[in-house]
């Protein structure tokens, strides 16, 4: 059974980089047909997914957040992250590490963190 | 930019029916848009319930079934229980890459 688990500063004052990183267990990032990508849920509100990024170093990015989102991995950790700079108090949110199928066959994710809060604030 | 939409909110009763729909702004949903369903209750990770318009994730209860009703995607719940009581998103691919979260629908058991 796969499991993924965020981690990352819980605090990120305002105009910094706001990063994160997704450990997977329970199998290899590197193995199969998956995308690994990012999803984050301010509270109160509803689901919004960030980007997607292939073992071939491959990526999709929301266009609402592309100018400011990288996402990369590092196999031989078996672990991805998400970059997401000049953020303000609008990024505050939880976010979400998901296994995707996106491009074979299939778009959709099957495998979810339990998630990780970040607050930007000062 | 083309907008997912879900109801806000629905009510059912404890044994009843009740079908949530996903939709587009603007178009009709087919499957080539590959709609996908989760469950999210409050403080916990959403649950995948359905993806490829239809396919059950793997012990998802057959209660649940998904759909395309005329122009959008759906996910019916037969035979509803208070567990159920939960927010649910939909999941649209729209092509290049990019996948879009609808708003949810909060369905409250009563």
């Known amino acids: 059974q796969v499991q993924l688990q965020e981690s990352g500063p819980g605090l990120v004052k305002p105009s910094q980089t706001l990063s994160l990183t997704c450990t997977v267990s329970g199998g290899s990032i590197n193995s199969g047909n998956y995308y690994w990508s990012w999803i984050r849920q301010p509270a109160g509100k509803g689901l919004e997914w960030i980007g997607r990024?292939?073992?071939?170093?491959?990526?999709n990015y929301n266009p609402s957040l592309k100018s400011r989102v990288t996402i990369s991995l590092d196999t031989s950790k078996n672990q991805f992250s998400l970059k997401l700079s000049s953020v303000t108090a609008a990024d505050t949110a939880v976010y979400y590490c998901?296994?995707?199928?996106?491009?074979?066959?299939?778009?959709?994710?099957?495998?979810w963190g339990q998630g990780t809060l970040v607050t930007v604030s000062s | 930019q083309t907008v997912v939409t879900q109801e806000p909110s629905f009510s059912v009763s404890p044994g009843g029916t009740v079908t949530l729909t996903c939709g587009l702004s603007s178009g009709s949903v087919s499957t080539s848009y590959y709609p996908s369903w989760y469950q999210q209750t409050p403080g916990q990770a959403p649950r995948t319930l359905m993806y490829?318009?239809?396919t059950r994730s793997s012990g998802v209860p057959d209660r649940f079934s998904g759909s395309i009703l005329g122009n959008k995607a759906a996910l019916t719940i037969t035979g509803a229980q208070a567990d159920d009581e939960s927010d649910y998103y939909c999941?649209?691919?729209?092509?290049?890459?990019?996948?879009?979260f609808g708003g949810g629908t909060k369905v409250t058991v009563l």
């Open positions: 490829n318009t239809n």
């Open positions: 998901a296994r995707d199928l996106g491009g074979f066959g299939a778009y959709y994710f099957d495998f």
């Open positions: 990024m292939y073992t071939s170093g491959y990526t």
């Open positions: 999941v649209l691919y729209m092509g290049s890459g990019i996948s879009v």
